[in-house]
């Protein structure tokens, strides 16, 4: 139940980051996304289910927040903790957080994320997907990875 209430008060922490200082961190068309580094970090610590639940619940708090396509951010980031959850080893917690695997499973994730994001988001447009994964989603990954190595870096100098 702790970690729960952890969680959850960390997650309307992140969430208030991503609605305010997210856009002051933006470098041209990459836009960091603190979000899946967190959902990735729920999946990895606590299993697919936790992951699942986690991404559903920001995932609709971000389309509340944003006026979006209700259930898209649910959607998307509900599917990047489950499979993150993969990357869920209870016996290589501090393994999995301290080392390239979090950072790897954040980079695959962001990908994911903004692949499935544009596919449907951009239906009944004249965009491009492939223009549009180039130009925003490839740039938003990249950023969003490199973000994933401060907490490797921070994790790693704690677990070593």
Same mark, same amino acid.
């Given at each position: 139940?702790?970690?729960?209430?952890?969680?959850?008060?960390l997650?309307?922490?992140?969430?208030?980051?991503?609605?305010? /200082?997210?856009? %002051?961190?933006?470098?041209g #068309?990459? +836009?960091?996304?603190? &979000?899946?580094? $967190?959902?990735?970090?729920i @999946? !990895?610590?606590?299993?697919?289910?936790?992951?699942?639940?986690?991404?559903?619940?920001?995932?609709?708090?971000?389309?509340?927040?944003?006026?979006?396509?209700?259930?898209?951010?649910?959607?998307?980031?509900?599917?990047?903790?489950? /499979?993150?959850? %993969?990357?869920?080893?209870? #016996?290589? +917690?501090?393994?999995? &957080?301290s080392? $390239?695997?979090?950072?790897? @499973? !954040?980079?695959?994730?962001?990908?994911l994320?903004?692949?499935?994001y544009?596919?449907?988001?951009l239906?009944?447009?004249?965009?491009g997907?492939?223009?549009?994964l180039?130009?925003h989603?490839?740039?938003?990954?990249?950023?969003?990875?490199?973000l994933?190595?401060i907490?490797?870096?921070?994790?790693?100098?704690?677990?070593?």
């Amino acid at each position: 139940m702790r970690q729960i209430l952890f969680y959850g008060f960390l997650s309307l922490f992140f969430l208030v980051i991503h609605a305010t /200082l997210v856009n %002051y961190l933006t470098i041209g #068309n990459a +836009i960091p996304d603190i &979000l899946i580094i $967190w959902v990735v970090y729920i @999946a !990895v610590t606590s299993g697919q289910m936790s992951g699942l639940v986690a991404g559903f619940l920001i995932g609709l708090f971000v389309d509340f927040i944003s006026g979006g396509v209700l259930g898209l951010s649910a959607l998307t980031k509900t599917l990047v903790g489950f /499979l993150a959850g %993969y990357f869920f080893n209870e #016996n290589k +917690i501090e393994q999995n &957080l301290s080392t $390239w695997r979090f950072v790897i @499973a !954040v980079g695959l994730a962001a990908l994911l994320h903004n692949a499935i994001y544009f596919l449907i988001f951009l239906q009944g447009t004249d965009v491009g997907w492939w223009r549009a994964l180039v130009l925003h989603g490839i740039p938003s990954t990249l950023y969003t990875t490199v973000l994933a190595m401060i907490p490797m870096f921070i994790f790693r100098r704690k677990y070593q």
